[in-house]
């Protein structure tokens, strides 16, 4: 009797758990999950925030703006998205991340200073640095720190920077320590809007810098629960003049605490921050104050 030889062939138990279970790994690598829905209390009205910035004419901006050719940088860039894009790559190819490496000051000039000297860092310090030129260009920027749903349990946060394009009349948020915009369907996005189809369909989102990364969405996704700012978007002065404002999704627990670090100090969140459920208050208008304005004002 002749036998097939697919019946001769017998393949054994242990070679197809070794094929099948990295294949699963692989592919199981690459699904992008949303995460879960949000729900918020939207106004309908137009909403204005106020903010201090630094004058761009002023010596520190005119200083950091000059010293490290600002102007030419971004003399090919056409809108405010391209400048951003732009002075973000640069920023994100300063130096290696090291998250656990911290300046010794928090502005832009002895950041890049220290840079220079080999100096490695860690997110908050890319978006120091590019809040810093954005400014020195007369882009208006912030900081965004963004949170997991376990605010309270855990130290780890990202911090990214959002410029107000006055050319969109939209706030976009960019993240250096990645070199990311994500964009959908061709346009720019906030954070909340980020957050908002990561919770739809996570694989129509691009970037600015590129079609896909899909590593990129599978990372970001644990810190797009919690976000907030601070509207004194000044970049080096030792005290602050507003509290931080914090985003919180009404199907959410307002924080209590921002990590467990504030938490074994006692130092409530209530205390340095206000609390809003509506993104468009959050993604107000920009009223614009420099440091003369906000004096007079009271600030």
Known sequence: M????MERMQVPMRVVFYITVPLIMILGSCIVRPIMEFSYDISDDPQELRYIFQDPEGVYLSTLREDYQLLSRTAVAGSDLQRAAVL?????????????SAAS???PLTILWEAEEGGKFRAIEYAVVLSG????VAVPSRFINLHGKDIEETTVSHVVVEAYMRDLQKWVVIDPRWNRIPMYQG?????FE???IMSKDPRSITFFQTDR????????RQYLYYMHTNQDSRLNVESYAFKNLMLVPTNLPIPGYYSPYHRNRGF????SASITHDPNYFYGTPIILFDDEAEAAGL
């Open 2 to 5: 002749i036998q097939c030889p």
């Open 88 to 100: 973000a790559a640069w920023v994100h190819g300063l130096w290696e991340h090291d998250g656990e």
């Open 105 to 107: 000051k928090q502005d």
């Open 133 to 136: 030129a954005l400014q020195a």
């Open 187 to 191: 346009s720019p996005l906030n954070a």
């Open 194 to 196: 980020l957050q908002s």
């Open 213 to 220: 990364d899909r590593s990129y969405i599978r990372w970001i």
């Open 268 to 271: 409530e969140l209530s205390l």
